[in-house]
């Protein structure tokens, strides 16, 4: 019985060694699980650069020294502000909900007006 070649599945390549081998190096197999996991990989890492981008862009509104400011949603939109990112939410005892990126979060007010504030550090 003459045994069958069997390829590497990644770059096609055949192969000797061990019959259950399924890649002909280190490089094709992480290339190959690389590319099976790019969908969530990708999903996540945009998630993530959303985050930072918000987290930044509510830092940029409070001025040096501060720790809260009023803005509009105006501007946070002209900044590419994403509402439907953020890390957690608070809500005080008065039920006001925080909406938080990290360690900077912002409250709806009146009309299209949301004060931003910079977590306490606890």
């Keep these: 019985m003459i045994p069958t070649q069997k390829n590497c599945i990644n770059c ?3 192969m000797r060694g061990r019959i ?3 890649f002909c190096d280190d490089s094709c197999r992480n290339t190959y699980n690389n590319q099976q996991n790019s969908a969530s990989t990708n999903l996540i890492r945009n998630i993530n650069h959303a985050l930072k981008k918000n987290r930044n862009i509510l830092e940029s509104l409070i001025p040096q020294g ?3 400011a009023k803005t509009t949603k105006d501007k946070l939109l002209r900044l590419d502000f994403q509402f439907k990112y953020f890390t957690h939410s608070y809500e005080t005892k008065k039920g006001s ?3 938080f990126c990290y360690d900077f979060g912002y409250l709806k007010l009146e009309g299209d007006w949301f004060l931003v504030v910079k977590g306490k550090e606890t």
């Design 97 to 99: 909900q925080y909406q």
């Design 20 to 22: 259950d081998k399924k």
């Design 12 to 14: 096609g390549a055949p």
């Design 66 to 68: 501060e720790e809260l």
